[in-house]
DNA sequence: GTCTATAGGGGGATAGAC
DNA sequence: GTCTATCCCCCTATAGAC
């Protein structure tokens, strides 16, 4: 490995660093309370130099929402097509990489989703979401499932839907569970963390509810 | 009744007409992107009229954050404490009256989450929210039902996020899922409706599982 | 109470030196 | 490529007439 690979690991270049910088400002605040200013002072740059490299705010702002909702639909589809896993272990996957994935970037889940409410026509339906989803082997598994009789819910939509919010709700409801019930920020993560186990299975009781 | 009675139930004043206004507007698009001028011609009134009413954007914006809050949380403590429900019957009543709920007002969830998220200390630390919630008759009873060894799932904090999450998160990721699904929206609609009833019987199965 | 007109400040974007 | 200085629009809030 060369000497300038290594330092390009660590010294990340200009236009990086505002890309990086924008992420952490627009994941707290949304796109509507981000000041430009915010943007450049959390870069260490000066205000200038952000739309020198993005023209825009806007610009900058929708190159890392697609960069957002893409990556998650991305590891999404992979997690859902991959061949070599039962329609159970899936449900595992799912809950365990998104559990340790947002609490990385806890802000992630609303700012995508609000933001995506006020841009719906513009970003969704330029991304074969449906495609990779609707058609996944996931989908299949669960068809399969239906038909031997193994679970009794038979619209695999609800099924997504109940994994999905019983992963994700938690986080996006973390400071009013945190107000709830009194757990301190460590308290609440240890919590959500036993879920990792315990989603699966209460995945595959509900599935098998009637 | 009288005349001016009758009159009073349809022409509303114009402090109401404001905060009516200001409500819808501050629901769709958060507290930082709305404009008092969309609020204001929403109102049908001039601007003016807004800092004569209400002082501030921001005053105005906290008066109907704080009814906005103060009313979910006192519908959802009444029913946790109803004295004549069984458990079972409280998840059904959580169920149906916030789905009803929310389909009138489909953003109130991830409105009313993503600006507590922005002034967690402010708002949520001044309501005694943890003690109606938490030594809530719906947790006396969820205790009693572990002790009887009918719910496998001892910490009821898991409990509620779970009720929760099933009954909002589809709603939050609402544009998602039609994107994924396809669906429009009496579809769509359709579907979160069957909830009402799955979620009851989910929940209980979920809670049987070990 | 309700309006028009405007003050005052903040924020996105650019010009131009280095 | 990076900075300082500045433009200019838009938004909140208020003054003052009616």
Do not use: C
């Not at 019983?166 to 996006?172: A, Q």
């Not at 757990?183 to 995945?203: A, C, D, S, V, Y």
Request: no cysteine; glycine share 2%; charged share 25%.
């Amino acid at each position: 490995m060369t000497k300038s690979r290594e330092v390009k690991v660590v010294d990340t270049t200009t236009e990086e660093k505002i890309k990086e910088a924008a992420r952490a400002v627009f994941y707290k605040k949304g796109y509507a309370a981000t000041r430009t200013r915010d943007i450049a002072e959390e870069a260490g740059i000066n205000l200038a130099l952000l739309n020198y490299y993005f023209r825009s705010k806007e610009k900058l702002f929708d190159m890392i929402m697609l960069e957002t909702v893409t990556g998650f639909m991305h590891t999404m589809a992979t997690i859902l097509n991959n061949e070599k896993s039962t329609l159970e272990k899936k449900v595992e996957l799912v809950a365990s990489h998104y559990i340790d994935f947002i609490s990385k970037e806890p802000n992630i889940p609303i700012f995508m989703l609000s933001e995506i409410r006020n841009n719906s026509d513009g970003l969704l339906k330029k991304l074969p979401i449906r495609q990779l989803i609707m058609q996944s082997l996931f989908f299949k598994q669960h068809q399969e499932a239906v038909a031997k009789r193994k679970i009794t819910e038979p619209n695999p939509l609800h099924f997504l839907m109940n994994l999905l919010s019983l992963v994700v709700f938690p986080f996006i409801a973390q400071p009013l569970f945190q107000g709830i019930s009194g757990l301190n920020e460590t308290q609440f993560n240890k919590l959500i963390h036993e879920r990792k186990k315990l989603i699966p299975i209460w995945i595959k009781a509900m599935m098998k509810a009637k």
